[in-house]
């Protein structure tokens, strides 16, 4: 249902589109979240961002804000994951998942029930 891609190798400083194509979500309201979450070796999993399916409204991770970018295009039930002025501390596994709790859109990996695999991106120094 949620299928991430986009990730790769690239020097720090540089810039990585993340791609997550959504399908197969019914929740009750049909409104929901997206989120964007990684996890580094040894660490636990850590939100990144999350924008609601509906309007658009967004949360960042102070660690990313001003640098990455979340958006949608719903006409192709995708969101990306623009990530620039990359850092070594940006390296991680990087996953998508959904929530249905659409009226507060929060971080949290618990609030999040339907995950895809992980897509790896890695930043040189």
């Known amino acids: 249902q949620l299928q991430a891609s986009g990730g790769g190798l690239v020097q720090a400083g540089g810039s990585l589109r993340l791609s997550c194509a959504v399908s197969?979500?019914?929740?009750?309201?049909?409104?929901?979240?997206i989120g964007w979450f990684r996890q580094a070796p040894g660490s636990e999993r850590e939100g990144v961002s999350c924008i609601r399916h509906s309007d658009g409204t967004t949360v960042y991770a102070d660690s990313v804000k001003g640098r990455f970018t979340i958006s949608r295009d719903n006409a192709k039930n995708t969101v990306y994951l623009e990530m620039s002025s990359l850092k070594p501390e940006d390296t991680a596994v990087y996953f998508c998942a959904a929530s249905k709790w659409f009226m507060s859109p929060r971080l949290k990996a618990i609030s999040y029930d339907s995950w895809g695999q992980g897509t790896l991106v890695t930043v040189s120094s």
């Open positions: 197969g979500i019914a929740y009750l309201y049909d409104d929901y979240v």
